[in-house]
C-alpha cells in the first residue's frame, strides 16, 4: 500500500513539474532578452521530457514481454542522458523544472521495470 502511494507521488510529481515546466517555457519562448540558442534548448528538453512521458504511459498501455520491459528501460535511460545537456542549458526556473521532471520519471520507470521483473 505504502509503495503504491509513493509511486502515485511520484508519477503525480514528474507530471506537474513537466506542466510548470511547459508553462515557464511558454511563456518565455518569445523573451529577446535570452539568446536564441538557449530558447531552443529548452524547447528541444521539453519534447525530451515529453517522449519520457509519453513512453510510460505507452508502457502502462500496451502488454509487452520482460525484454521488452529492459528495452524499454534503455529508452528510458537514452532520453534522458540526451535531454540532460538540454534542460541545464535552458535558464530560469523552466530548468529547475524540467531537471525535476525528468529526474523523476527516469524514477519511476526504473522502479516500474523492477516490480514487472519481480513479478
Do not use: D
Not at 513512453?55 to 502502462?60: G, I, K, T, V
Amino acid at each position: 500500500m505504502l509503495a503504491g502511494l509513493i509511486f502515485i507521488a511520484l508519477a503525480i510529481g514528474a507530471l506537474t513539474s513537466f506542466a510548470f515546466a511547459w508553462e515557464r517555457f511558454s511563456e518565455g519562448a518569445y523573451s529577446p532578452e535570452l539568446p536564441r540558442w538557449r530558447r531552443k534548448a529548452a524547447g528541444v528538453a521539453c519534447l525530451g521530457i515529453a517522449a519520457q512521458g509519453i513512453n510510460l504511459l505507452a508502457f502502462f498501455l500496451s502488454p509487452v514481454s520482460r525484454e521488452a520491459h529492459r528495452e524499454w528501460v534503455r529508452y528510458i535511460l537514452w532520453l534522458f542522458i540526451l535531454g540532460l545537456p538540454f534542460v541545464l542549458v535552458a535558464k530560469g526556473p523552466t530548468r529547475w523544472y524540467l531537471l525535476l521532471s525528468s529526474a523523476l520519471l527516469s524514477v519511476v520507470g526504473f522502479f516500474v521495470v523492477l516490480g514487472v521483473l519481480a513479478f
